[in-house]
Each structure stands twice: as C-alpha cells, then as structure tokens.
C-alpha cells in the first residue's frame, strides 16, 4: 500500500528526517516510536503533505502513485489520513458542515453520488455512537471550546466518517485518560480490516496495549535505528530508548 | 489671572514676550537650544491652539491655553523649600538618585546624584549640553515635536529638563527620580521641561518622574521628554503626576526603540485640572517589547485625557496596554489608544485594553481605542470597558460584614490591582495604592 | 422522526445548500455586469433650483414636497463635503450629474404579462424572477428599476392587513399626512451633506407603513439597481412601524458595470413607535471598479432608525460586498425606554475597494441595550474599516452596550482600521467592546485539505464560518446570496 524510499526532509532549512525506508502492507498495523524530536511528527506529516516540511529526497509511493506530486486534498481524497497531534479550531464552521463537505467531495472523487441528509444524518449518529460522543458536539464549530480530549475523539470520530485506506494517529494517546484512551482505541480497532492500514506514532506503549502493532520501528535522530515485533514497544517500555541508542554509532559508521 | 481680553492675541503675546525671555537667559542659552527655539518660532506662525474639531482633540477642550497668558520662566526662583520638605514629596522607602526642578529650573540644592560609575551620566539638560555635544546633537530634538502648538511652545520656552545618558552595557544600581515641583513664587507660570534619555546597547535603567504642583498654584506645566532605546535594552519609566488642581499639564512622551528593546511605561495620573498625555513609541526593530500601564484618577471637576500611539514599524515585535480609569463626581476621562502595524510588521502581537468605572452619575468618560493594521500575519486585539462598581460583588462583601464605604474601596482596589501590580519597586506600589485612596477621599485598603 | 432528529435533519439540509453555492463558484469578473437597454428619460448634468423643480413636477408633487427640496438644497449649498471617513477618491463633480432618469413608459401592471419583457429578463439575470419569488419565498417585491417603481406585486395581500407598500412617490400622493409628519424626522436634512443632497433630489424609494397591532405576514423587499449612465441614484426609503407591529424589510442591490464613477446617496429611516420592530436586512453588491481600481460605485449612505416607543426594536443586518467606496453607518436612536438596537454587519473589500462603515448607537432612554457584531474582511489592496459610536447619555440609566469587531486580513497588501467611539455620561451604564485582528491560518486550511477539501473551498469555509454570527441574522434566502457574493468577491484572493 505505502512504500517510503530513501526519505529526506527538512524544516526551516533544518535536516529532520534522513533517510527514512518504510514497507506497509493492507491489514497492517505499525507503530512509529521514538523520544521527543526524533522525527515521528515529522514523518506523519510529510505523509499528509504539510508545506511547512520540505522533502530533499526519496519518495514516497501510495497505492501505486507518487504521493509526494499531489497536494494535500488530493491525498486526502486517495484515501490518506492524519489525525493531528494538534487539532486546528476553526470559528463558525460546525462539524457536521465539515464533515459532510468531506464527505462529498471523496464520493465525488470516486464517482459515488452525493449521501442524502438522511444518509449523512445516519452515518453520523452511527459513527458518533462508537465514540460515545455527544450529539452537540456535531453541531458546535470544529473542535472550538473541545477539551483537549474531545479533540482527538473527534479526529477518530472523522476518521471513521471518512474511511481511509490508510490512517496515521499522531500521537492520539497524549493528554487522554485511561477511558478516552479505551474509547478511541476501540473507535481505530472498529476502523481497522484487512484492506487499510494504520501507521501509529506515539512516544509511550501504553497505547499499543489497545491498538496492537504488527510492527514497531524506532525513530532516532532521523532514522529508524530499529524494527521488530509488538514485543519491542514493551521492551523500549522497560528500558527506555537509550540501550538502542549505540546503534546508531554503529549504522553511521557502516 | 491675567486673563485676555478678546482684542489681544495669544499668539502675539507669546512672541512678543520672547525677546524678553531670551535676555534673562543670561547666555544660559545654548547654540543647539536655540536653533530649535527658532525652528520652534517659525512654526509657532503657522498653528493654532487645537480645536475639538481636530479628531486628535475631540474630547478636550483647551480654551484655558487661548484665555490665559503663561508667563514663560526665565528666572531661578530662590527656595524657602529645604531637603526635609522635598523627603514629604518624593516617593521613599528604597535607595534613590534625586534631581529636582522648582518651576522648571534645576535645583542643585535640592538633588542628590551618585553616579556609580561612569558609564552613567545625570545631569540637567543645559549643563549635559556642555559636557556632551554630540550625544545631544545626535539625540536631541530627532522627534516631531510641531505635531500641534502645545510641542511647539515647549520648544520656545524650554528651560531645562533631566539628561540621562546610559552608556552600554550599564545599569543603575538605583531608580532615579526626577522631581518637578511646579507652581512656586508667582502666579500663571509657563514650566516647559525639556527631558532626554538615551540607553545604549544592553543597559538598564529605571525612572521615576514625580511632577508635583503646589496646591494652591494655578500655572501650566508643557512638558516634552524624549526617550531612545539602543539594541537590548531595557527601561521602566513611571510618571506619577500629582500637578495642582488648578494647573494644566501636558506632556508629550517619544519613545524610539530599537532591536530587543523592552520598555514598561507607567502612567499614574492624580492631579491636574486639564491632563493631557501622549505616549508615543516607535518599535523601530525587531523583537520589541513595549508595555504601557496607565491609571487615572479623575475627581471635581478634573479633566484627563491619555492618548497612546504604537507604532509597529517592524516585524516579530509585541506590545502591550491597559489603561484603567476611575472617574468621582464630576470629572471627565479620555482615552484615546492608536495602534499601527505597518505593511512590513509581520507576526507583530499588540494587545490593548482600556476599563472604566464610573463612581459618580455625573463622571464622564469617552474612550476611543483604534487598530490600523496594514500586515497580514498579526495578532492585535483591543477592548474598551465602561462599567459601575459591580453592585453584587458589593452585597457579596457586604453580606459578610464589611460597611459599605470599605466595601467600595475593597472593589476599587481590586479595579486598580491590575495596573498597581505591575510595578516593579515593591515600596513605590504601596506608596501609590495609599494616593489612590487618599486622591479619591476614601477609606484605604492596604496593599 | 423524534423532534432532535428533525432539527439534526434541518440542520444538514441547510448546510447541503451552503455546500451547494459553494460548488456554484465561477470565474466570472462581476457576474451581474451587464447593461439593459430600457430607454430612459434623463434630466440635464447639474444641480440647481429649476432642476428641483423639475424633478419635483416631473413626479407630480404637491407645493410642500417641492418646497421641501429647494429648503434642504438651499442648505446643502452652504455645507462642505465631509472629510474625515478613512477613504480616499478623486473629488465628486455634483454638476456633472444627471439627477434624475425615468423609463419612458410609465405603466401600471396588474400582473407580471404587463411588464416589460426586457425588464423582466433583466430580473432573471439577476437571478431573481418575480414570479419564482412570489410563489417561492411569499416575497412582495417593489422593484425599484432606476428610481421609478414599475412594479408592484403582492400589494393586495398587504391591503387586507392595513399595510401600506408603495413607492414614496405614490406615498406622497396618497399619504401626505404620513410623509409629512415622518420624512426627515429622523434624518434631517440638515443631518450631513449627502442626506442634505438626497433631500433635494430624491427620485424615488420605498415607503412602508405597518398599523397598529399588526405583524407584516411577509418579507417586504425591494431590489435597487443603477441604470442608466451616470445617473446619480438618490433612493428615499421611509418605514413606520406603529404601535405593536413587526416588519422585516430587505434590500438588495447589483449593477451593471461602468467605467465612470457613479454615485449613490440614498436615506433609510425607520421610524419604531411603542412594542413596534423592524428588522431590515442589505446585502450590497454595486459594481467594485475592475481589478486595477477603475470605475465602481460610490456609495455614501445615511441609514438610521428611531426607536421611539418603548419596547421598540431596530435590528439592522448587512452584508456590504460591493462599491468602490462605501460610506455608511446604519445607526440606532435609542429613545424608548427599553428599546433594542442590533446591527450586524459584514463588510468584504476586495482589489481597491474602500470601505469606511459601522453604526451608531445612541442611547437616551432608561434600559435601553444593543448589540453590534462587525465582521470586516479585506484582501487585495483594498481598506476595511469599522467606525463606531457607542453614545449612553446622562438619562440613559441601565443602559448596555456590547461591541464584537472582527477582521480577517486575507494577503499583506490590503489593511483593516478600527475606530470605536465610546462617549458614556451616565454611571450606571455598561459598554463593552471587543476587536480582534486575524488571518486566514495556513494551518486551518492544510487541516481542511487533509480532510479532502480544496484550498479554495477551504477559505470560503474558513470565511463563512468567521461571519456565522451576522449570516444567522438574514432571511435564509438572503443569507444563501450573501454566501454567494462572498465566495465570488474573494475569488482568487489568496494564492
């Protein structure tokens, strides 16, 4: 589904991201770990096509087409999607108008017929149910006066609307309770089937106790210094990320 | 008072006096001063007093400036007063630099100056003049100060003014105060203080003007200060004015900064029967910081207008105001709050606030804050208040026994606490939270 | 369907229609820009008595009408034009104007077939055929076509109720006791240059009276347009809502394009006597001047309502898109004790427009309130500004104020101004103004293109949603057509 080759990138002029190679099959689930500045963030965004991160080198290949050559809304209506880190607000516009805008214009895109209001109005409680979320949060503006909880419910709440093929969390666990964190790891484990994938980025394991990785990669200093199992997200739990870290020594000096 | 009859013009009186004045300052008169009294002449031909018609004087009315005539000071005045009396006025409880002016003129007598080093240099402007030529003609009257009649009169009758000069990398060890004692000898003085502060690259300072009018005086205080901040500076300046009741006071405030900069300008107004202030920074770099505090108090019939301007020149600057008033009986506030962010001022934040409360239902208040923003990547945001103390958080604190008069002044502490506590010298805030109480004739809350 | 479900339905509806002029986005340069060929009748450039005279017997006006008008132009030749908005164009020559322009048929229609054909086909380009209107929206339209109405409808509907709805030259023919005793009591012609000017030349507006008691069953409506070239157009509208009354009044404006400036000076006043309410609702597109600032509309208005009894209610809503210049402060007179005034405004500057407008509040009875919500949004080279007066006088006990000012900066080129003017006399009054200064975040809109969205679509929705609070307020047919205005007078104005 997802092929990253030889991926470079940087931010104000800054290299972040050197060399990233990176395999993702239909089905899959992967997990991104790393410490703070490693590059995760980075990564998940230049997926998404934010223009503040400039790719230097490598591409980036997604259902067979060159990623990095579509603009952000083209990804989107291919079937890529972020939830932000950082939930953007925006004044006046209700989720619901948001939403269903989405909606169409990816049905558009597919050559699918416009959902009626009843449709729309179904899916919606259909999916907000999942979340458990409040039916007033669907009329209010996008994610104004949401706790900070609220917010990444209520990107999972769009990814399910939306459907993707591919679906990237950045760091969904941070600032979630135990119980958020359950709701909206059942809400991706509801969107998760054999044909879409998940890319999970997080700092912490504890989310990979709901969302079961097929694989974990470590991100350091721009590169993943190491692959494995779900069994290594316990392992970097335990000990942290510096055992992994002379590693790097000994890539850079290969 | 000398007042006009309707034949006499003001204007001619004000030349015609000149020569006079110019006679008594008894080669007191520098080459550099002078040519800004001609330049100052030439245009004083050209204007008139404002007019309400003016938007810029709108709300004030400055009729007492055409029906009076000031006496321009030339002379020093001999003082009764001694150092004891001067201690009664000045704002104490911590270490200070003193210099004073009595009707405008310098006081040696009543000044105390420890330079700590020299890198450090106070002064009076006329002796400065002598010991440091370029810095005066590098600095000195660079501003526009012919934007109306009031400026240009300064620059004619200047007499003197404190000169501070900051060289770089110094501090002092202790706030400065500048003491007007304004309104002494004889009636209807014309005071024009002429004040100039330069701060080189990374120095800082802090400053405490204290114009202070004999209370029973009626005079006019026309003051002009110029102020320049070098790269990475830093400077607070409090104005306490405490003018008489029966005198005018206007001041024209220029602050020019530059890069890393950072400025807290205080604005404590008390006394005066006619106040007009403005305060003008120009953030003429990068990564600016300039705050502005304002407080007026406004009791009788005492009139006082504040007009601001900031003016964001450059990028990535920030600036801040709150100016709150509180206005008894029957006096009457103005707040005008400009700011401009220019074309080139990106990702410049300005912050502006104006409250009002009103304690009397014969108080006035008109306030006018405006933004001109010409840059797309800002923030700005600016409000304006006018309100009454709020009458349920008076029955809450009533309800649990406190007599209603406390009550009030709990409610008009807790109104002021937002400007008092922004002062940095911990003695000067108690100082000034007991003159808010004791202008206004009400019980004191303690800080 | 459980009753939730409905509104949640509703709901979606609404927003498929907003999606839909959304998608509706051409690239035409002003759609509306055409020019119809109706002959007109057109008075000789200049001002003078003989032309007032004129005018006034042209329209077959009583002595006191004629006398009126010389009254307020011989006061206007004594005033200077104003100065002080934060506008700038080239100076206004008032004698090379025609100051009036009639068609020459002059018929009376009983229904639609009558009508000009030409006229009507101008109405559907327009997109607003009056027969679609009749039976869709239930609107009566008063089609004002170059200061001469030529079309009535719904007029007998009115009658039944008491209502009167008719142009106000006809008002002043079959209602001169009304017209006396109202015109220029609110705006005097003494008030300030342009409504001096309109006083001695008005050709023709609308005149609404509302009896006692009674709740206008539709929304009254008027479409002006700007004809024939370079005639001045001086509308007069006069409402008077009586005791216990309620109308809601809306106008709407387009024009064809022209290279020379034209001028437009029009007066509402809007008269509310006790329990009475109007809601009066504008949305503005008179043609802008092209891209390099050339041509357009100068339009310099003096709106205001009175509030004279208590309980009254004046509410003004606009949505001002179009204009070179646009001059205009719908203000409130808040003399009834209780009395609401509310204005909501958005006013959009794009290329080289000006726009220097917002209201005035006055307060003068006993817990009188308004609101004022200003939405300003400028992109290209143009100049928004908000300019308000916030006045509580000594008598106005308990008055409130509260004051939303927002602007939208859309490129580095164009600039927004906020002038509010708060004036309080009275201690017990309470004012609050807020203003706040934004651009379209570049964040925003990548999070909008991560869901799919279109950058352009991305902005038009970032925009809408930032006017909601003033689009609430239109008759939802209006605020479909405000959207609309919106999206085309952005276009393209960020990259």
């Not at chain 1, 093929?165 to 809400?187: F, M, W, Y």
């Not at chain 1, 392992?235 to 290969?254: A, F, H, T």
């Not at chain 2, 009626?218 to 300046?237: G, H, M, Q, R």
């Not at chain 2, 205080?266 to 300039?290: A, C, Q």
């Amino acid at each position: 589904m997802l092929t990253i080759k030889n991926l470079h990138a940087t931010v104000e002029g800054k290299e972040i991201l050197k060399g990233i190679d990176l395999e993702i099959k239909a089905g899959e689930v992967h997990a991104i770990m790393g410490p703070n500045g490693s590059g995760k963030s980075t990564l998940a965004n230049i997926l998404a096509g934010n223009s503040n991160y400039e790719v230097t080198e490598g591409e980036i290949i997604f259902e067979g087409k060159n990623l990095l050559e579509m603009e952000p809304d083209e990804r989107a209506k291919e079937g890529i999607f972020l939830a932000f880190q950082y939930p953007i607000e925006i004044p006046g516009v209700s989720n619901a108008t948001f939403l269903k805008t989405a909606i169409n214009e990816k049905r558009k895109h597919l050559g699918l017929p416009e959902l009626t209001p009843k449709e729309f109005l179904n899916l919606m409680k259909e999916k907000s149910k999942i979340l458990g979320m409040d039916n007033d949060l669907l009329g209010r503006s996008v994610n104004v006066g949401f706790s900070g909880g609220e917010k990444k419910r209520n990107e999972i709440f769009q990814l399910l609307m939306l459907d993707p093929k591919l679906a990237i969390l950045d760091e969904t666990d941070s600032g979630l309770d135990i119980d958020a964190l359950k709701i909206v790891s059942n809400g991706v484990n509801v969107f998760h089937n054999d044909k879409n994938a998940v890319i999970v980025v997080t700092h912490y394991q504890r989310l990979l106790d709901y969302i079961v990785p097929d694989y974990v990669h470590v991100l350091y200093k721009g590169k993943i210094i190491k692959s494995g199992g779900k069994e290594l997200a316990l392992l970097l739990e335990e000990r942290g990320y510096d055992w992994i870290k002379p590693e790097e020594v000994e890539l850079e000096s290969n | 008072m000398k007042e006009l009859t309707k034949k006499e013009n003001i204007k001619d009186w004000y030349l015609k006096n000149f020569e006079l004045f110019e006679k008594q300052m008894n080669g007191h008169n520098h080459e550099l001063l002078k040519k800004v009294r001609q330049a100052s002449l030439a245009k004083f031909l050209e204007l008139d007093f404002p007019a309400t018609k003016n938007e810029e004087w709108k709300y004030t009315d400055v009729s007492f400036a055409r029906e009076n005539k000031f006496n321009p000071v030339s002379t020093d005045y001999k003082t009764s007063l001694t150092k004891e009396d001067v201690k009664n006025i000045i704002f104490g409880n911590f270490d200070y630099n003193l210099i004073t002016f009595i009707n405008g003129k310098f006081a040696a007598e009543l000044s105390d100056i420890s330079a700590d080093s020299d890198k450090i240099i106070i002064k009076n402007l006329n002796s400065f003049i002598d010991s440091h030529k370029e810095i005066v003609e590098n600095y000195f009257a660079k501003i526009s100060s012919d934007d109306n009649l009031f400026n240009v009169l300064n620059g004619i009758y200047m007499q003197d003014g404190v000169a501070i000069y900051l060289k770089e990398q110094s501090e002092f060890s202790k706030p400065l105060q500048v003491l007007y004692l304004n309104g002494y000898s004889e009636e209807n003085l014309l005071i024009a203080p002429r004040n100039l502060i330069v701060v080189g690259r990374n120095s800082r300072t802090s400053i405490v003007f204290n114009y202070y009018g004999n209370p029973k005086a009626s005079y006019f205080t026309d003051a002009i200060t110029e102020l320049y901040l070098e790269e990475d500076s830093s400077v607070d300046i409090y104005k306490i004015q405490r003018e008489s009741l029966s005198s005018y006071h206007i001041e024209k405030f220029q602050a020019i900064q530059k890069d890393r900069s950072v400025l807290n300008h205080y604005n404590l107004n008390f006394g005066g029967r006619l106040t007009r202030n403005d305060i003008n920074s120009k953030l003429d770099g990068e990564n600016i910081e300039t705050h502005y505090y304002g407080l007026y108090l406004g009791k009788e019939n005492q009139h006082i207008d504040n007009h601001t301007f900031v003016d964001h020149a450059k990028p990535n600057s920030m600036s801040n105001e709150l100016y709150k008033g509180i206005l008894d009986d029957k006096a009457r506030g103005v707040f005008n709050g400009k700011i401009i962010v220019r074309r080139d001022a990106q990702k410049t934040n300005a912050y502006q606030q104006n409250k009002n409360v009103l304690l009397s239902g014969e108080a006035r208040i008109d306030s006018k804050p405006q933004l001109e923003i010409f840059a797309d990547d800002v923030k700005c945001t600016h409000g304006a208040t006018v309100g009454h103390l709020d009458e349920e958080a008076e029955f809450y604190i009533r309800s649990r026994g406190v007599p209603e008069e406390l009550a009030k002044s709990i409610l008009i502490r807790a109104f002021a606490a937002d400007v008092c506590d922004e002062i940095k010298i911990v003695e000067l805030k108690e100082q000034i939270n007991h003159l808010i109480f004791e202008e206004l004739h009400r019980q004191e809350v303690s800080y | 369907m459980s009753n939730e479900e409905k509104k949640n339905l509703g709901a979606v509806e609404e927003l498929s229609e907003d999606m839909k002029i959304i998608e509706d986005l051409t690239k035409e340069e002003y759609k509306w820009g055409f020019v119809s060929e109706i002959e007109s009748e057109v008075a000789p450039k200049g001002l003078n008595e003989d032309i007032i005279r004129m005018i006034s017997e042209k329209k077959g006006e009583p002595e006191w009408m004629t006398e009126w008008r010389l009254k307020a132009y011989r006061y206007w030749l004594k005033m200077e034009e104003p100065k002080w908005p934060n506008v700038k164009y080239a100076p206004v020559d008032f004698q090379d104007i025609s100051y009036y322009a009639a068609p020459k048929k002059k018929p009376q229609y009983s229904s639609l077939d009558e009508v000009d054909p030409e006229l009507l086909k101008t109405f559907e380009k327009l997109g607003i055929p009056l027969e679609e209107q009749k039976a869709l929206a239930g609107v009566a339209v008063d089609a004002v076509f170059d200061s001469v109405s030529v079309a009535t409808t719904f007029k007998e509907t009115l009658k039944e109720k008491g209502i009167i709805f008719c142009s106000i030259s006809e008002a002043i023919k079959e209602h001169p006791d009304l017209v006396k005793k109202y015109l220029g009591s609110v705006v005097p012609y003494t008030d300030n240059f342009y409504a001096a000017l309109n006083s001695a030349v008005f050709s023709d507006g609308s005149f609404v009276y509302i009896p006692k008691g009674v709740r206008c069953p539709m929304e009254l409506s008027t479409y002006f347009r700007i004809n024939a070239q370079e005639t001045g157009q001086f509308e007069r509208t006069l409402i008077i809502a009586d005791e216990g009354s309620y109308v809601s009044y809306l106008e709407g404006c387009t024009a064809p394009i022209r290279d020379n400036n034209q001028l437009h000076a029009a007066v509402v006043e809007l008269i509310a006597l006790d329990n009475a309410e109007i809601k009066y609702s504008t949305v503005q597109n008179w043609y802008p001047g092209d891209k390099e600032g050339k041509g357009g509309i100068y339009n310099f208005v003096t709106k205001r309502g009175a509030c004279r009894g208590v309980n009254s209610k004046i509410s003004w809503t606009q949505v001002e898109t179009g204009s070179a210049i646009t001059w205009k402060y719908p203000s409130c007179i808040l003399q009834g004790e209780n009395s609401i005034g509310e204005f909501y405004s958005v006013a959009v500057t794009n290329n080289f427009q000006q726009a220097d407008t917002g209201t005035k509040m006055v307060h003068l009875g006993k817990n009188t309130r308004s609101t004022i919500v200003s939405k300003g949004i400028s992109a290209g080279r143009s100049n928004n500004s908000y300019r308000g007066l916030v006045k509580v006088g000594k008598k106005a006990t308990n008055a409130r104020n509260f004051t939303q000012c927002d602007s939208l900066l859309m490129g580095d080129k164009c600039g927004a101004h906020t002038f509010p003017y708060i004036e309080v006399e009275n201690d017990t009054a309470r004012v609050e103004h807020e203003a706040t200064t934004s651009k379209v975040g570049e964040d925003q809109i990548f999070y909008l293109n991560q869901r799919g969205i279109a950058t352009e679509d991305a902005i038009n929705m970032i925009v809408n949603g930032f006017c909601k609070e003033v689009f609430n307020e239109l008759p939802m047919e209006f605020a479909v057509e405000a959207q609309k205005l919106l999206a085309i007078t952005l276009e393209g104005s960020v990259g």
